[in-house]
């Protein structure tokens, strides 16, 4: 079984500054989570060249895609990308993750999301979508979405209501199963209506966490995913250190979280997608492929980012084959 991720193409890149002067002159508040413009993603790209630097493939659906690909399953990422290195640092990593790119590429800078690191440990993130944020609906190929079992869309991607919608159009005349992430409360508060048309009507697999299952529904967790099962075969609510509730086949079933004290939640809920859809994809149960997907959220709390390191992967995987049995 095979999945096909659908999200913003946003290299993540982390900063270590010398001093907050850089801060100023991007026009960005230290400790805020800003959208920013192209003028200042030129401001932050000169204060680059000589900074202690790291940098990913990010995006949320693009995170879950390379989790599921160090599992060892068939992926492909659809994106849009920018003709500068950051796009073509985007794809090769993406093929040296062992996912399939199929990106539509746009003149300029690339979508980047910059993370910078203050001497005191306070952290200000910028975000710059880019080219991500201009997918059309001729950039989803019906023949590629064909060549998968499910189809994964990042909530995010809901203020472009003709891309979804005609994507999981495509998506369902060719028979592939849905998987949509309500990604952000304010998100679901922004596009309930829309949200309230096409997830009865398309949507197979929902992922939420508690705030967003209640900008969904209104109602507490245990009575939203309730709610919600009406409307989907799977729903799945996420709940942090409660572990997370999953609801199927006429029953709710809990799954305990693991993982010590977080260092870093960062990517908790794009790993537990990622084990999540795993498990769906090698006809596990939902009580196994909810325990698969929080266990992959426990490795990622564990480090700093939204990548687990390349080292925990092969024990992950004889403890998924353990699940399995």
């Excluded at 306070?122 to 064909?146: C, K, Q, Y």
């Excluded at 979280?257 to 149960?285: I, M, R």
Aim: net charge negative; glycine share 12%; proline share 4%.
């Amino acid at each position: 079984m095979s999945t096909l991720g659908l999200g913003n193409a946003l290299v993540d890149v982390l900063l270590k500054l010398e001093n907050d002067a850089p801060l100023v002159e991007i026009g960005i508040v230290k400790g805020a989570m800003d959208m920013i413009d192209e003028n200042q993603m030129i401001v932050i790209q000169k204060t680059q060249s000589h900074l202690e630097r790291t940098q990913v493939p990010g995006g949320s659906v693009c995170n879950t895609i390379r989790a599921m690909a160090n599992l060892g399953t068939k992926v492909g990422f659809i994106g849009k990308i920018g003709s500068d290195r950051l796009g073509a640092y985007y794809e090769e990593a993406l093929r040296d993750a062992g996912v399939t790119p199929y990106f539509a590429g746009a003149k300029g800078i690339s979508g980047c999301c910059t993370v910078l690191v203050s001497p005191d440990g306070e952290r200000t993130m910028g975000t710059f979508l880019g080219p991500a944020a201009t997918l059309t609906p001729d950039d989803i190929s019906e023949e590629v979405i064909a060549q998968y079992d499910y189809i994964y869309i990042e909530g995010y991607l809901l203020v472009n209501e003709p891309l979804v919608r005609s994507t999981m159009e495509k998506a369902r005349r060719r028979g592939v199963k849905i998987a949509l992430d309500l990604s952000n409360f304010t998100i679901v508060n922004a596009f309930r209506d829309f949200l309230e048309d096409i997830i009865p009507r398309y949507v197979h697999i929902l992922f939420s966490n508690e705030s967003e299952a209640k900008a969904f529904t209104g109602l507490e967790p245990e009575e939203a995913i309730r709610a919600i099962a009406h409307k989907v075969d799977v729903s799945v609510v996420t709940l942090g250190k409660e572990g997370s509730m999953i609801a199927g086949n006429g029953e709710i079933i809990r799954v305990a979280a693991e993982g010590s004290k977080p260092v870093d939640t960062t990517g908790a809920g794009d790993h537990f997608a990622a084990g999540f859809l795993y498990g769906q994809s090698a006809g596990a149960t939902l009580e196994q492929s909810g325990r698969i997907g929080s266990m992959l959220a426990g490795y990622v709390i564990d480090v700093i980012g939204a990548q687990v390191p390349p080292c925990h992967w092969e024990q992950i995987k004889l403890k998924v084959a353990g699940i399995l049995q």
